[in-house]
C-alpha cells in the first residue's frame, strides 16, 4: 500500500514542507563508504565451502631456515615437525611469495599453505609501468581508478598485493600456531592486501592481512567464501570486505586499527527482499569474531540478509551500523539482517580529534595506525551500540547492549534520493519494521549495571518499528511495543517523516569530509557541547522569536484587560517563559535521556492555551488559532512521552510548526497597532471586536441605576449640561 494511498487526508502543504526539508539533505556531500565497477549479485547456485584438511598441494615459504626455526621453535611439538617437513618440501619445490603460489594453482579445489613468515610481496610492489600505467578508468572520490574486471586480469598489482582472479575453490591457509604466524604487509603501497575477484568457494584460513590504503581481504562476486581465523588490522578504510557475495561464512576472526569497519559485508545477496521476519536462508553468517577499536565494529551499506550472531564489538566510535545511505550498492534500500547474542559494548572511541589535528592528512605510512590512530571516514555517533541508517526487517534479539555514552539502539531513516533514487514514492522506504526485543540492556553478562547514556534514540519515521518494553531512557520517551509473535506491534506507528529538529541534526552532522578536514560546527558527533549544538541553536532562535512576540503581545494585548484576563494571561505568559527556558536546557541534554522535552512542551501548551482564553472575549480568531496551537503543543508532548500516535503520518511538531509561524505573523500584526489603552479604537489586527476595557456604570448601593442630573444627557461626563 502506497504512503499516498494510506494517507489520502494528508494536506498538499504539510506534504510540501515534508518535501522542501528532505531536499535540504540533496545539498550534503554524498562520500561513497565503497566505490566499486558495476556488479550483479551471484545467481544463489553455490554453497558455503568446507575446510579441507588433507597435505597442501602448494607450498609457500621464506629462504632464511634460522629464521623460520625461530618463528616456530615455541610451537607444540607436533606442529613444529609438520612445519619443519613442509620446509624442507618448499624449499626443493615451493614458491617465495603467495601471488607465485596462486598463479600456479591450475585447477579448482587446490590448497596453498603458507608457512609462518612475513609476506611483503616484492615483486607486486612496483608502480604500474607501460599500459597499466595509462589505464582509462573512472576515479573515485577517494582517487583510485574504478578498473573493470578485464582490467583487474589485465594488471592485477595496480591495486591488489596479491589477486586471486577467477579462481575456483582455492583453499589458503598459514601452518603457524596463530594467525600471527604468518603476516601479509602491504606496506600502505596497495589498495588492497588480498583481492578475490569472482573466485567462487574460496577459503581463507589463520593468517594476518594488515596495512593498506584500503582493505586487508577483499572477496567480491563471489558465491561461495570462508573466512576462518583470519586477522586484519591497520587499513584506511576496511578489515574484511566482502561485496555482492553470497554463501559466506566468516567465522573466529578479528579486526582492529581500520577508519570504517572492522567487517563490512556490504551489498550482501538480497535474497529475502519481499519477505517478512520468516526468511529461508541467510547469505551470510558472522560468528564468533572480534571487532575493535575501529571506526565501527561492523557495517554493511546493503548489508542484506546477514545473520550475525555470538561476535564481540567493542572499543569502537560505534558498535554495528548498516545503512541506505551511499548509491551505487546492489540490494538498496537495507533489509533483513540479524543480529542476535552479540556482546556489544564500550563503543566510546572518539577519533575524529585526529582529523582535527591533520594526523590523518599525513601519508597512511605516517599516520601511526600501528600505534593506535584510526582515521574516520564517514560521519557516525561516537558512542552508540547498533546504527540503522535506512534499514527494514531487521532483527535485533537477544543482544547484551551495554556501556554507551549516547544510546544503545540509534534507528533514523534516509530518503532515496540519498542513493540515487529520486522516484517520490520510494522516498520513505525505510526504517520500517525493526524489531528490537529481549535485549539486555544496560548489564554486562555477570549482571552489573552498565548504563547507556540511553538506551534507544530514533528520529520518528517509520512504521512497524517495536521495541522490548521498559528501555531506561529513550527518545521519543515511549516506545511502540513488540508483541509476543514476529510482527506484532502495541501503538504501531507510521510516521512519513522523522522529527523536525532531529532531521536538522543529522543534516548539520552529515557535512563531515576526512580529506578535506571538515568537521561540521554544532555537531555534538565532533565534539559540540551546550550552545554550540544545532539543536540548541535551534532552541534559542525559538526561544528568541516567541520571547519577543508573546511579550509584545502581553504587554499590548493582554496587560490592559479586565483583570481577571489579564492576571490569567500573566500567568501563561510566565508558564511560557518557564516553557522556553527548560526548552533551551533541555536541547542541551543530547546525550542524557529525561523528561525536560515534554515538560517544556507541556509548559508552553500551557502558555498558549491561557494566551487564547484571554484573547477570546477581545479578539476571537486570533485566540481560536493560539487555543489550536496550544492543543498541538499539548498533543506533542503526549506524543513524545505519554504515547506515540499512531494513527497521524507527520509528528505533531511538523503541524505545530507550520501553525507558529501563521500565529507569529498574526501576533505581530495584532500586537504591533493601536489600541493598547481602554480607549484606543480596535486596531486592524483582523477581529471585529477590539480589545477596549468596558467601564460599567456606577450604581447605587441598592443597584438601581443612579438617576441624571437635571438638564444632563444620559451619559454625558457629570456637569455636562445643555
Not at 567464501?225 to 566468516?250: C, K, Q
Not at 597512511?364 to 564517514?378: D, K, L
Not at 517495536?466 to 528501555?471: D, K, S
Not at 507569529?664 to 471585529?688: K, N
Request: net charge neutral; hydrophobic share 40%; glycine share 10%.
Amino acid at each position: 500500500m502506497s504512503w499516498t494511498r494510506r494517507f489520502p487526508a494528508v494536506p498538499a502543504a504539510l506534504l510540501a514542507a515534508l518535501l522542501a526539508l528532505l531536499s535540504l539533505f540533496a545539498a550534503a556531500p554524498l562520500a561513497s563508504a565503497h566505490e566499486e565497477r558495476p556488479v550483479e549479485l551471484p545467481d544463489g547456485t553455490g554453497s558455503v565451502p568446507q575446510y579441507r584438511a588433507g597435505e597442501p598441494d602448494l607450498v609457500v615459504c621464506k629462504t632464511d631456515r634460522p629464521a623460520f626455526e625461530r618463528r616456530i621453535s615455541a610451537f607444540p611439538d607436533d606442529l613444529k615437525q609438520r612445519n619443519l617437513a613442509l620446509y624442507d618440501r618448499c624449499e626443493k619445490s615451493g614458491f617465495r611469495h603467495l601471488q607465485e603460489a596462486v598463479d600456479a594453482a591450475d585447477r579448482p579445489g587446490m590448497n596453498i599453505a603458507i608457512l609462518p613468515g612475513l609476506y611483503e610481496e616484492e615483486p607486486s610492489l612496483p608502480k604500474p609501468t607501460g599500459e597499466c600505467a595509462s589505464l582509462t578508468a573512472p576515479n573515485s572520490s577517494l582517487g583510485y581508478q574504478i578498473l573493470t574486471y578485464e582490467q583487474q586480469v589485465a594488471c592485477r598489482h595496480n591495486q591488489n598485493l596479491v589477486a586471486i582472479l577467477g579462481k575456483t575453490n582455492l583453499q589458503i591457509e598459514g601452518t603457524g600456531a596463530s594467525r600471527q604466524d604468518v603476516v601479509i604487509d602491504a606496506k600502505y603501497q596497495k589498495l588492497n592486501a588480498i583481492r578475490a575477484d569472482k573466485s567462487n568457494g574460496v577459503y581463507f584460513r589463520n593468517f594476518t592481512a594488515q596495512r593498506t590504503t584500503f582493505n586487508s581481504l577483499y572477496v567480491l562476486a563471489g558465491d561461495g567464501f570462508v573466512i576462518d581465523d583470519v586477522l586484519t588490522r591497520w587499513n584506511d578504510e576496511y578489515g574484511f570486505l566482502t561485496f555482492a557475495s553470497d554463501h559466506g561464512l566468516y567465522k573466529n576472526c578479528e579486526s582492529y586499527g581500520n577508519g570504517d569497519s572492522g567487517i563490512y559485508p556490504g551489498s550482501a545477496s538480497d535474497i529475502n527482499n519481499g519477505r517478512g521476519y520468516d526468511v529461508p536462508r541467510y547469505s551470510i553468517e558472522i560468528t564468533g569474531c572480534r571487532s575493535h577499536h575501529n571506526m565501527v565494529g561492523y557495517s554493511g551499506t546493503a548489508g542484506d540478509s546477514v545473520w550475525v550472531h555470538d561476535n564481540e564489538f567493542d572499543q569502537n566510535m560505534g558498535g554495528a551500523s548498516m545503512d541506505s545511505a551511499f548509491p551505487g550498492h546492489p540490494g538498496l534500500p537495507q533489509n533483513h539482517a540479524k543480529f542476535e547474542r552479540n556482546l556489544i559494548h564500550d563503543n566510546n572511541a572518539d577519533y575524529y580529534h585526529h582529523v582535527a589535528d591533520g594526523t590523518c592528512a599525513k601519508p597512511p605510512a605516517e599516520r601511526g595506525y600501528e600505534q593506535g590512530v584510526v582515521c574516520p571516514q564517514i560521519s557516525m555517533p561516537p558512542g552508540t551500540g547498533i546504527i540503522t541508517a535506512g534499514g527494514n526487517w531487521n532483527l535485533y534479539e537477544n543482544n547484551w547492549v551495554y556501556g554507551h555514552q549516547r544510546a544503545g539502539f540509534f534507528l533514523s531513516a534516509v530518503p532515496a534520493f540519498i542513493r540515487g533514487e529520486e522516484k517520490l514514492s520510494k522516498q520513505a522506504d525505510t526504517s520500517h519494521h525493526n524489531r528490537y526485543a529481549a535485549n539486555i540492556l544496560g548489564k554486562d553478562k555477570s549482571g552489573a549495571s552498565r548504563p547507556n547514556g540511553m538506551d534507544v534514540w530514533w528520529d520518528g519515521q517509520g512504521r512497524g518499528n517495536c521495541w522490548q518494553p521498559g528501555p531506561d531512557g529513550s527518545t521519543p520517551g515511549t516506545l511502540p511495543q513488540c508483541g509476543e509473535r514476529r510482527g506484532a506491534v502495541s501503538g504501531a506507528s507510521a510516521r512519513l517523516a522523522g522529527e523536525p529538529v532531529k532531521l536538522a541534526q543529522l543534516l548539520v552532522c552529515a557535512d563531515y569530509s576526512v580529506q578535506a578536514r571538515k568537521l561540521p560546527a554544532g555537531c555534538d558527533w565532533y565534539g559540540a557541547r551546550g550552545l554550540q549544538r544545532v539543536e540548541t541553536q535551534i532552541a534559542l532562535a525559538v526561544a528568541a522569536v516567541l520571547l519577543l512576540v508573546g511579550g509584545l503581545l502581553w504587554w499590548r494585548r493582554i496587560r490592559p484587560l479586565r483583570p481577571s484576563l489579564a492576571r490569567l494571561g500573566t500567568a501563561a505568559t510566565l508558564l511560557g517563559l518557564a516553557g522556553l527556558a527548560l526548552d533551551v536546557a533541555g536541547s542541551t541534554m543530547g546525550l542524557v535521556a529525561g523528561s525536560v522535552p515534554a515538560l517544556a512542551l507541556l509548559c508552553l501548551g500551557l502558555w498558549w492555551t491561557g494566551i487564547g482564553v484571554a484573547l477570546r472575549p477581545t479578539r476571537p480568531w486570533l485566540a481560536r488559532l493560539t487555543l489550536l496551537l496550544g492543543a498541538l503543543t499539548l498533543l506533542d508532548a503526549f506524543d513524545k512521552a505519554v504515547l506515540m500516535i499512531p494513527w497521524i503520518p507527520l509528528s505533531p511538531a511538523w503541524i505545530r510548526a507550520l501553525v507558529a509561524v501563521v500565529w507569529i505573523l498574526w501576533a505581530v500584526v495584532a500586537a504591533a497597532g493601536p489600541g493598547g489603552s481602554p480607549a484606543a479604537p480596535a486596531d486592524p489586527g483582523g477581529d471585529p471586536a477590539d480589545d477596549r476595557v468596558p467601564v460599567p456604570a456606577a450604581r447605587t448601593r441598592t443597584g438601581a441605576e443612579p438617576e441624571a442630573a437635571p438638564g444632563a444627557e444620559p451619559g454625558a461626563p457629570e456637569g455636562e449640561q445643555r
